[in-house]
């Protein structure tokens, strides 16, 4: 069975930092591109940072380049966000993603986390 469990979020002030971390049990991680998600209330989901299987290419959206960092530790079957200087647009609930596709870019395996919120605020 399938697990991908993140780590708890929490209240964080303006200008602060917070690493969310995620574990996903039941596959071989080293297969899977993970992402991280977000939506803030009202709004819709936004692709907030992805990294590919091999660990080797990053992508970031425009809002969060510069300050936030995805990282993957395949050893331990995690994937990391490391969020700086936080902004209260930062805030929403975060979900992890893990998808693997064929070769040809298909779909196989697309698996999901809870979600976990992030409020930043003074």
């Known amino acids: 069975q399938v697990q991908v469990v993140e780590s708890a979020g929490g209240l964080v002030q303006p200008g602060g930092s917070l690493r969310l971390s995620c574990v996903i049990s039941?596959?071989?991680?080293?297969?899977?591109?993970m992402s991280w998600y977000r939506q803030a209330p009202g709004k819709e989901r936004e692709l907030v940072a992805t990294i590919a299987s091999a660990g080797g290419t990053t992508t970031y959206a425009d809002s969060v380049k510069g300050r936030f960092t995805i990282s993957r530790d395949n050893a331990k079957n995690t994937v990391y966000l490391q969020m700086n200087s936080l902004k209260p647009e930062d805030t929403a609930v975060y979900r992890c993603?893990?998808?693997?596709?064929?070769?040809?870019?298909?779909?196989?395996?697309?698996?999901w986390g809870q979600g976990t919120e992030v409020t930043v605020s003074s």
């Open positions: 993603n893990a998808l693997r596709r064929s070769y040809l870019g298909r779909v196989i395996n697309d698996y």
């Open positions: 039941g596959v071989t991680f080293s297969n899977y591109g």
